[in-house]
């Protein structure tokens, strides 16, 4: 059965999206299955993975949100990314956007992303969602469909902050609604070059259980315009190395448990 792991943080920007698609790629490089999901009405993660969202109208995560009666087929959704099958990717589109409105009223409204991937989740070695910058009914979905959550972070004062909001509220989820997952540790992204950067990224080593260290770097930005992540484009650039450790990480987890 797929171990799934959620990449979030309720701020905006902070690599969440950039986070997913290479740890992703690092887990898919090693031979293991790798679905990824996109939660984020932005629908961030499908366009950085090459796809145009709006051709997958009416197949994708939205949709078997909205297909209440469960006649969509979760497999005409997933969009294979390589020719060997380890990386593929469940998109999504805007109209998730309404979710909070939709979706609360729904009985078990906390389960359902779960239980959408309940369907495949024996086809897989790994499932990653990307979160969505919220901490509303769909995020909360995320975390009830978790094994592990990492925690995206970028090195600023604010950034802190709404990382020790994003633990307190997985906390409060866990302990209230039972949820069995593990907050497994952050990965600090677009490390400057400054005091500043250097400074806040000491004070999250002290606090965290820091998997991966991202400098600032336009080769991770890169990514984002052709589709190719860092990982896969430059195997050997530090970022990559980084995104590997974090993959190794993963597995060691998973493999004792
Ligand atoms: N290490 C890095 N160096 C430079 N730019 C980066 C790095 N990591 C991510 N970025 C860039 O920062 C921007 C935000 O990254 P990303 O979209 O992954 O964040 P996010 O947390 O998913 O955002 P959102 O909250 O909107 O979903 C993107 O333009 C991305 O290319
Ligand atoms: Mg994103």
């Known amino acids: 059965m797929a171990k799934t792991i959620i990449f979030g943080n ?6 969440k999206s950039t986070d997913t698609i290479n740890v992703s790629a690092q887990l898919s490089k090693r031979g293991y299955k790798v679905l990824m999901v996109d939660s984020d009405p932005q629908a961030s993660l499908t366009i ?22 469960g006649a969509l087929d979760i497999h005409k959704c997933i969009v294979p990314l ?18 909070d409105l939709e979706f609360v009223s729904r009985p078990g409204n906390d389960r ?16 990653c969602i990307d979160c969505l910058p919220s901490l ?28 020790e909001y994003y633990c307190k509220v997985i906390s409060r989820a866990i302990s209230l609604y039972e949820y069995d ?3 497994f540790g952050i990965i600090i992204t677009k490390i400057a070059r400054n005091n500043d950067s250097k400074d806040i990224t000491e004070l ?6 820091v998997l991966a260290e991202i400098p600032n770097s336009v080769e991770v930005t ?3 315009i052709d589709g190719i992540p860092v990982s896969i484009r430059k195997p050997a650039h530090i970022s990559s190395l980084e995104y590997s450790k974090v993959a190794d990480a993963i597995i060691a987890e998973t493999t004792n448990n």
Do not use: H, R
């Open 10 to 15: 309720q701020k905006g920007g902070c690599g």
């Open 181 to 183: 997952t593990k907050f």
């Open 136 to 163: 509303g009914i769909i995020s909360i979905n995320d975390i009830a469909a978790s094994d592990y959550i990492i925690g995206c972070v970028e090195p600023g004062y604010q950034a802190l902050k709404g990382l």
């Open 204 to 209: 999250l080593e002290n606090e965290y259980n």
């Open 82 to 99: 390589n020719e060997d099958g380890t990386l593929s990717i469940l998109p999504t589109d805007i109209t998730m956007a309404n979710g």
């Open 222 to 224: 890169k990514g984002e």
């Open 48 to 69: 950085i993975s090459g796809l145009v969202p709006e051709d997958y109208e009416g197949q994708n995560l939205a949709s078997l949100l909205y297909d209440t009666d």
């Open 112 to 127: 359902l992303i779960k239980n959408i991937l309940k369907k495949i989740d024996k086809e897989y070695d790994y499932i």
